[in-house]
């Protein structure tokens, strides 16, 4: 038999929206078909003597088979099992506004396991209502962001309903799940010998952690990459991707028209041929932790360069330099689950108004792990050919304006400069030094 943590008790609650034993009569389980959640389908039904409602949501990871997956869910006891296909939802209300906001946690991480998260717990609490169900269980850790981003959601959308989160109260271990699995007929895919990585992928990213990865000295092995290629192998020849955007949305790819779905797919595969996008990043997590992720984000790093690069282009510099500010204080509030954030929401409207002119097109080289700008065009840019060379002048701008607009643009620091050289003379005892030095 299995020693496996609370195999017939559930465990006690400390916080007051989660569930005790007696508390729920059917739980809506977030279910990816993978060891924890399997393990916690059936897990639940015992301890908690309750009915399970296993949803699926589908953002875009590939090579899952949803058929395979609901076979699965329902030959584990559970009642139904819904699969939901959100990508033109996740992609149009989550990560396009990401896009228009530059959004990199970090500076880095463009979001995508964040992004997804409050989508899904949504969706968790849309199908618990219309199944009837008391609570919604997950199978996120007490260590990760992702406990935070689904409970909170939920808290926010529903707050009758309680949380399961076995996980997070078992701190159970990969043998031991896979002991009890065995135990209890659940099918697990790979093994012990499978590599021992979390992962969480979607439309705009896939996120590797754990295993070898902890150890700060040890380079990404390569079992750990499966979407983008190692930038050695990658395509000897570069690929120029040339993406319209309208109002800060992509709208084409090389002159095609697509859906933001479709061209965000075609952006990945290119990147991924070209070896873009891999990330290897020590982040701060908002429960206290360093961590090291290793993402792969081929779509994500072309798209945001691109729209990072037009929207500079348009913009004056107090636009450019304000809204990077904003970008990030976005991009933190969506990293730290806070998603439904009023100021979030304030944001956005001007993550909006900010990109009425982010309107043109950008030339992104992807070349062995790199993609470049190379073009830009745009209709609002603030730029004049005539005017950007050495030696040209006319129109708007005047070079027999500069030297007036030298002398009054360094009026302040020149005498700032002036009195604190005489101060620090004055302070030595010596002479103090004329006027002039700042006339």
């Known amino acids: 038999m299995s020693d496996f943590p609370s195999r017939t008790q559930a465990p006690n609650p400390s916080g007051s929206y989660e569930a005790a034993p007696g508390d729920v ?33 589908n953002l875009g990871q590939p090579d899952d088979d949803f058929d395979v997956v609901r076979g699965k869910a329902m030959n584990l006891g559970a009642v139904a099992c819904e699969i939901v296909d959100a990508r033109a939802e996740f992609a149009w209300e989550y990560v396009l506004p990401a896009i228009k906001a530059n959004a990199r946690y970090g500076g880095e991480y463009p979001l995508f396991t964040a992004l997804g998260r409050p989508l899904i717990a949504k969706l968790a609490v ?3 209502r219309e199944h009837g169900c008391d609570a919604v269980a997950h199978g996120c850790t007490g260590k990760g962001n992702d406990q935070v981003r689904i409970d909170a959601t939920v808290l926010t959308l529903a707050p009758e309903l309680k949380i399961v989160a076995p996980v997070r109260n078992w701190s159970m271990g990969r043998e031991e799940e896979i002991a009890y699995a065995r135990e209890h007929g659940i099918p697990v895919k790979g093994g012990v010998e499978a590599p021992p990585y979390s992962i969480d992928d979607n439309i705009w990213g896939r996120s590797s952690e754990g295993g070898p990865i902890e150890d700060l000295t040890d380079p990404p092995h390569d079992d750990v990459f499966e979407l983008v290629a190692d930038a050695k192998d990658a395509a000897d020849e570069p690929q120029d991707l040339t993406i319209a955007f309208e109002s800060g949305v992509p709208v084409a790819l090389d002159g095609r028209k697509l859906d933001l779905v479709e061209l965000i797919d075609e952006v990945a595969l290119a990147g991924r041929r070209h070896g873009v ?15 090291r992720d290793l993402y792969e984000v081929p779509a994500a790093e072309i798209l945001l360069t691109a729209h990072q690069q037009l929207e500079k282009l348009v913009s004056t510099i107090h636009q450019n330099e304000f809204k990077f500010m904003l970008d990030r204080k976005w991009a933190y509030l969506v990293y730290a689950g806070l998603w439904w954030e009023p100021l979030r929401r304030d944001l956005d409207a001007f993550m909006d108004a900010a990109n009425e002119q982010v309107t043109g097109a950008i030339t992104i080289r992807l070349f062995k792990g790199h993609a470049r700008t190379v073009a830009r065009s745009s209709p609002y840019a603030l730029y004049d050919q005539a005017l950007a060379g050495f030696g040209e002048s006319g129109g708007l701008f005047s070079q027999a304006s500069s030297p007036g607009f030298i002398e009054l643009w360094s009026l302040q620091s020149r005498m700032a400069h002036g009195i604190r050289e005489r101060r620090i003379v004055s302070e030595a005892g010596g002479v103090e030094p004329s006027d002039r030095a700042v006339g």
């Not at 399997?38 to 949803?55: N, P, T």
Request: proline share 0%; hydrophobic share 50%; net charge negative.
């Open 25 to 57: 009569g059917r739980v809506l389980l977030l279910y990816s078909g993978g060891l924890d959640t399997s393990v916690m389908l059936k897990w639940i039904q015992d301890a908690y003597r309750a009915e399970v409602v296993a949803l699926c949501v």
């Open 277 to 291: 996008g891999i990330l290897d990043h020590i982040e701060d997590r908002i429960v206290g932790l360093k961590v």
């Open 126 to 128: 849309e199908k618990a």
